[in-house]
Every structure is written in C-alpha cells, then in structure tokens.
C-alpha cells in the first residue's frame, strides 16, 4: 500500500505549521502500520511549465491516434516521465503545502500539469475520461496565516485540489487546514488553538486513510 507524498515546501526542514501538519499526519500514519510512503518534495526536484511540445506529446494523440513525436517532444516530457509512475503507483495521496496567495504555491499546478496527462492516470475515449489509477483516498494538508471560513471565496486552493482529483473521478479530498497562523493579528492562544485542532484532525484523517489502505478488498 503506497502512498505519495507531494510536499510543495520551499524549506522542508523548517520547523513551519504546514511541516507540523506533515509530521503529525505522518506520524500517525505510521503508528497506523503504514510505512511504504513515497516522498516528491517539489522544490528539490522542480516541475518545469509544460511547454508547447509537451502539450503536443501528451495531448495530441486523444485526437490524432497517429501522431508521431519529434525527439524534441519527446525530451520535453523527461520530466513528466521521471515522475508519472509516482502517481501512477499510489493507493493515496497526500499534499502538504502553505496557502501563498489564496491558492498553492504555482509549483503545484507545475506538477499537476505534468503528471495528470492522458496514459498516466486516465485514458480519454470519445471526449470522456476514463480513470485508470487505483488512487483510494487524497487528503490535502495546508496552513495559511490568515483565518478563512468554510467554503470561503477566497479560497482558490480547495477548489483546485479538489478540481484535479475529481477530473480522475474522486471526488473525496479530506482537508487538514491550519488556518489563522498569524499571531500579530489572531494572537499567541488563537493561533495555538487554531494549530492544535488542525493536527488533531490530520491525525484522524491518517488513520482514516489507513483504515481506507488496510480495509479488504470489496468483493466484485
Ligand atoms: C508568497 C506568500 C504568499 C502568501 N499568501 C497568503 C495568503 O494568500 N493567505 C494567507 O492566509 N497566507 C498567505 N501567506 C502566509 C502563509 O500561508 C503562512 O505563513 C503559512 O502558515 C505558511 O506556512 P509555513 O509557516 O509552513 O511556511 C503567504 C506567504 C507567502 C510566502
């Protein structure tokens, strides 16, 4: 049972709230009897944008079966194919990231648009995608400084996890956020607070995903 680890951090060894999340998620998960956990820290090992012959590499044959690559579309998705098999071989999912402007840092979407290509996780067939992973659980961690309520319009990360996941055809991302961390505004207590709920609940989310990982297979 392998799980992935996207951590969007550009300082993995920091003590930070969003590496907090990671280590108590992390922890449980192990305590859980989980271990086969697969590491991608992005920013020490950086998806490049997808340029034009990689969209050409990846995306032209849906409507052109008989398209055939230059080398030159070929080298471009050396990224991609380093990393395709991450994914490809995950049972679960797991993104650790800071909120930075509302969103996640862009090297996040850098790494979706590499990997969420037609022949990794999904085929597409007459306009429709059909998944071919065998992803059971996704669970986003994330911390921001500022407090934002449920289902807040300023929150573009949850809807951009949640967009990409639900294209592959899971629509259950659970959500660890440890929002408000600002304590010049909230406050030493309220960030405190904000902070212990938030890892409380990362940990129950692992040991929901270990539940989900170790559970038998449903009979056909
Ligand atoms: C470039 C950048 C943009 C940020 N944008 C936001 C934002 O839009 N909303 C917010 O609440 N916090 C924002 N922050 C603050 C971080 O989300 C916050 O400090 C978070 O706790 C970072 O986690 P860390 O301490 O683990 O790095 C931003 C920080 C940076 C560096």
Redesign the pocket.
Known sequence: MNVLHVLV?PDPS?D????KLANAFFGTLMEAGIDDVTNLSLYQDKPPFLTAEALRYFWKPVADPGYIPSKQEETSANYAHKHMGDIRDADAIVITT?????SAPAILKAWMDQVFVPGNLFEIENGIVKPTHHIKSVVLLA????AYKENDPRDALVPLVRGIFAYIGIDDVQVAWA?G?DERRYGPDAVKQRLESALEYAGELAEDMAATLMAPPAEA
């Not at 930070?16 to 590496?19: A, L």
Request: aromatic content about 6%; proline content about 6%.
């Open positions: 951090h920091s930070s709230s969003t590496m800071p909120v930075w402007i509302n911390s921001s400084a500022e929002d961390q």
